[in-house]
């Protein structure tokens, strides 16, 4: 991003921050989803955005949009480059899901199948003795796996790839809004 368009996000930030320095009011800022903008220029005033999220201020409530990948990258926020990587994941699961079937090597991989668990994807069942995690670990392993899978493992992938889809088409149709509501820790 140009020098122009560094200021004139930086200026908009900091005026809707309770910090009065980028340093700090960068560190209030969190993204929140993505914008219903029609618009296509960035706060930043970068026009021509494919995707358009929305940042919120966590101190004021403030919120910024519609803002691009490389500006919200230019905040230097782990968590906010953990959830641009979420939602990214989303959109690209939800624009599969929309067409056909998904592909476990594909369509997924294993940022997108920690994505899918934090989000809530992997519901308990009967099948998986009552924890989505099993599942999750399942297609990672799926994934992972270089020799064919076995004739019972692929039944099982396809089934829960379905219910994967679902899901995405859910989140894909505002059905059901991405929000995080489970957390990996350690074993991502
Ligand atoms: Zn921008």
């Given at each position: 991003?140009?020098?122009?368009a560094r200021k004139t996000l930086t200026e908009a930030?900091?005026?809707?921050?309770?910090?009065?320095?980028?340093?700090?009011?960068?560190?209030?800022?969190?993204?929140?989803?993505?914008?219903?903008?029609?618009?296509?220029?960035?706060?930043?005033?970068?026009?021509?955005?494919?995707?358009?999220?929305?940042?919120?201020n966590t101190v004021t409530a403030e919120e910024l949009?519609?803002?691009?990948?490389?500006?919200?990258?230019?905040?230097?926020?782990?968590?906010?480059?953990?959830?641009?990587?979420?939602?990214?994941?989303?959109?690209?699961?939800?624009?599969?899901?929309?067409?056909?079937?998904?592909?476990?090597?594909?369509?997924?991989?294993?940022?997108?199948?920690?994505?899918?668990?934090?989000?809530?994807?992997?519901?308990?069942?009967?099948?998986?003795?009552?924890?989505?995690?099993?599942?999750?670990?399942?297609?990672?392993?799926?994934?992972?796996?270089?020799?064919?899978?076995?004739?019972?493992?692929?039944?099982?992938?396809?089934?829960?790839?379905?219910?994967?889809?679902?899901?995405?088409?859910?989140?894909?149709?505002?059905?059901?809004?991405?929000?995080?509501?489970?957390?990996?820790?350690g074993a991502a």
């Amino acid at each position: 991003m140009d020098t122009k368009a560094r200021k004139t996000l930086t200026e908009a930030v900091i005026e809707r921050s309770h910090a009065d320095s980028w340093e700090w009011s960068r560190l209030e800022w969190r993204v929140k989803g993505l914008s219903g903008s029609a618009r296509a220029t960035c706060v930043c005033g970068q026009p021509g955005l494919v995707r358009r999220f929305v940042v919120a201020n966590t101190v004021t409530a403030e919120e910024l949009e519609p803002i691009g990948s490389s500006c919200i990258k230019h905040f230097g926020s782990h968590a906010m480059n953990d959830q641009l990587k979420d939602l990214t994941n989303l959109l690209e699961m939800e624009v599969a899901a929309a067409t056909r079937p998904l592909n476990i090597k594909v369509d997924l991989n294993r940022s997108k199948l920690a994505t899918l668990y934090t989000h809530g994807a992997f519901v308990p069942t009967k099948w998986n003795g009552g924890e989505g995690y099993n599942d999750y670990r399942f297609l990672v392993d799926m994934f992972n796996r270089r020799q064919a899978p076995s004739q019972r493992q692929g039944w099982k992938t396809s089934a829960l790839l379905r219910d994967v889809g679902a899901f995405l088409k859910a989140t894909g149709s505002g059905e059901r809004p991405r929000l995080r509501v489970a957390d990996l820790g350690g074993a991502a």
